[in-house]
């Protein structure tokens, strides 16, 4: 494919001018992403896409040409996602932070933005009533709450746009209902029940028991729903449907299975056939992908390993996404958005040059054209180098890892910050710009995010080797990592220190208590400090189930069955401080729903009490992610500042 970047002008300005390359400022790595979300238009005429100016976002509509179809800010709202519904609506996902009865929660809101009249209107909010601004309960003659609970079903039904979307009643119990595009207003609609096939009827439904681990797969006969793949003992790790399969009358099923999650193209009568995506066979974190708004299925993406891929099985799209990743050499190439007769779509690309840089690829004139960019105040020289590495554990398992070196300095005896993910079932990606890590080399440090045992994506023995190691080998994974990087040279282990977040705060503060000796220093952000604190917490949240799903996961990883087991304190950093001979800094978030403010002033206090050097920066109106530009910047600042001073990386 031959590409040539045109630069479309944005409604406003997404780029700030360069002049002769110096170090960049810390701001234009801590900034929110200037560009987040372009989506095309059904029709391939239109843009809308989320900007951020100043710290505050704003939706912008526009032609392919330029010309502004309106602006609208949104100030510091959590935008959490963007869709067209058609080509005059565009749906708006917002995060808000509530209470309801005492309790904390995050939840979303979905605001419709009308192209012609360029005005919201926000789904189901005119069946609530607002109390104290969000209040702490809901009008008892109210039907419906304002909140959604799942991505909206779009379909084209005999040339109109239709939508559903689940959302929350008046009892807080889900309900789907069917939304007036130009209002917003939501009629009930328990017939939308399921996953839809092209003429908007529900064709395919999943069933759960999270007590016996009883699982099917179910399809519309009629007005009944019948089996067609039912199976036992998912306690945690549960099938799911994905959709319809390449056939008519068939379901893709994600199964978990001792090799990793298997897909089965299953039919209504319950065979069952496993689907081999491309030449590698079943690889691991396998998605489908479907034609737009429809039932359609058109092709699959994965990321396994460090391998990210898009097979179409149409192979006139497959030939034209390879000419893609063709004219994108060396880059990291993500589909973002594309029309449904996929003649034209949004990428993401990324590399060690390019902190991110959205594009539109027309398949008809066969050209590519820059939208934006994700870091404007970045150049190709302000991005450092990452690597993807592997070393060995003390037991000999291998751990694949990504470092990331500073620009303009000799790759040996640096200064070393180890940044573990949160999850910790999660990892972190090849060819993303991640802040964290590229803020940190940007002052001159090495920067290690080993994917530990218990990671995902790198195969099931890996995931299942992090049961029962939570604090244990899961911890000395990380610092595994730093005596193969001083081996190699590359880092000085005497100046090293730890940084994470969520998960990986709690590595942090694991590592000076639980594993002391190898960091100078720790960051804690949103940390887990004390474990049978926060299960208890999170048993409050399930209506005092000590046996969620939620739980069984997060006690498969720490080796117990029991929140009164001694092992969960064996564990706990604030059980351990003790052991602290080196400075900690806290971040917390007030609004944080995932992991309580109070595990962060469990810790501080216990190493106050224990007369250990401790900071703490509260974070106000901040969520566990991150997500206002102020607040984001304000963590970052403290970061830098504490591992400056304390890990000075001159």
């Known amino acids: 494919m031959r590409l040539r970047n045109i630069l479309i002008s944005i409604a406003f300005a997404l780029s700030v001018p360069f002049a002769a390359h110096a170090a960049a ?47 609208v800010p949104l100030g510091d709202q959590k935008v959490r996602s963007i869709r067209w519904v058609d080509e005059d609506h565009v749906l708006v996902g917002v995060e808000k932070f509530i209470k309801i009865e005492d309790e904390r929660q995050n939840l979303t809101t979905m605001l419709l933005y009308n192209v012609k009249t360029k005005k919201f209107a926000a789904l189901l909010d005119q069946q609530v009533t607002y109390i104290a601004h969000m209040g702490t309960s809901l009008d008892p ?14 379909r084209v039904v005999d040339g109109k746009t239709v939508m559903y979307v689940e959302g929350l009643n008046a009892a807080y119990h889900p309900t789907n209902f069917r939304i007036d595009l130009e209002t917003g207003h939501g009629l009930a609609a328990p017939e939308a029940e399921g996953y839809l096939d092209d003429a908007g009827k529900p064709i395919l439904n999943a069933d759960y028991d ?38 008519p009358g068939t379901a893709l099923i994600s199964v978990p299975e001792a090799s990793g999650d298997v897909i089965y193209e299953v039919t209504h009568d319950g065979k069952a056939t496993k689907m081999k995506v491309g030449e590698g066979g079943e690889p691991a974190d396998v998605h489908p992908v479907y034609r737009a708004n429809t039932s359609q299925l058109i092709g699959f993406e994965w990321l396994s390993g460090n391998d990210r891929q898009v097979v179409f099985l149409d ?46 690829i027309d398949n008809v004139a066969h050209h590519a054209v820059k939208i934006g960019s994700d870091y404007p105040g ?15 554990a003390a037991d000999g398992t291998v751990i694949p890892a990504y470092l990331t070196l500073p620009r303009g300095r000799d790759p040996k005896n640096l200064p070393l910050i180890v940044l573990p993910h949160g999850g910790p079932q999660a990892r972190d990606e090849p060819g993303s710009f991640d802040f964290f890590s590229q803020t940190v080399a940007s002052r001159g440090y090495a920067v290690l995010q080993p994917e530990f045992r218990g990671s995902t994506g790198f195969g099931k023995a890996h995931f299942e080797g992090g049961f029962g190691q939570w604090g244990r080998k899961m911890q000395t994974d990380l610092s595994d990592g730093v005596r193969y990087l001083a081996a190699q040279g590359i ?7 730890i940084f994470g977040w969520s998960y990986g705060g709690y590595a942090a503060l694991a590592g000076p208590t639980l594993d002391p000796g190898v960091y100078r220093c720790a960051v804690a952000g949103a940390p887990v400090s004390d474990i049978p604190a926060m299960l208890g917490w999170e048993k409050e949240q399930t209506g005092g189930r000590h046996d969620s799903v939620a739980m069984r996961y997060e006690k498969r990883y720490m080796g117990v069955s029991d929140l009164s087991d001694a092992k969960l304190v064996e564990i706990s950093p604030t059980r351990h401080v003790d052991k602290v001979t080196v400075p900690i800094l806290l971040i917390h978030g007030k609004e944080d729903t995932t992991v309580p403010y109070n595990q962060s002033e469990l810790m501080v206090e216990a190493l106050k009490r224990a007369g250990k050097p401790v900071e703490f920066v509260t974070l106000s109106a901040e969520d566990h992610h991150l997500s206002k530009g102020k607040t984001r910047q304000e963590a970052m600042n403290a970061v830098v500042t504490f591992l400056e001073k304390n890990n000075p990386p001159n």
């Open 25 to 71: 400022p810390l701001e234009a790595y801590t900034k929110l992403p200037a560009l987040e979300q372009p989506q095309i238009s059904p029709a391939g005429d239109r843009l809308a896409y989320i900007a951020v100016v100043n710290d505050s976002r704003r939706l912008g509509v526009q032609t392919l040409t330029g010309q502004s179809l309106g602006t």
């Open 141 to 154: 003659g109210s039907t419906a709450g304002p909140f959604v609970i799942s991505a909206p079903e779009i």
């Open 210 to 247: 999270k007590d016996s681990g009883h699982w099917e797969a179910q399809y519309r006969e009629g007005q009944a729903w019948k089996k067609m793949w039912s199976g036992e003992g998912y306690r945690i790790e549960r099938p799911s449907v994905l959709g319809v399969g390449r056939a």
């Open 315 to 360: 192979p006139a799209k497959q030939a034209v996404w390879e000419g893609v990743e063709a004219g994108f050499k060396d880059e990291d190439v993500v589909l973002a958005s594309y029309t449904p007769d996929f003649s034209k779509f949004v990428i993401r690309t990324s590399s060690a040059t390019n902190p991110g840089a959205f594009y539109l």
């Open 378 to 392: 970045l150049t190709p020289a302000d991005v450092a180098e990452v690597r993807y590495i592997h070393y060995k």
């Open 491 to 497: 880092a000085d282990p005497k100046r090293v220190c």
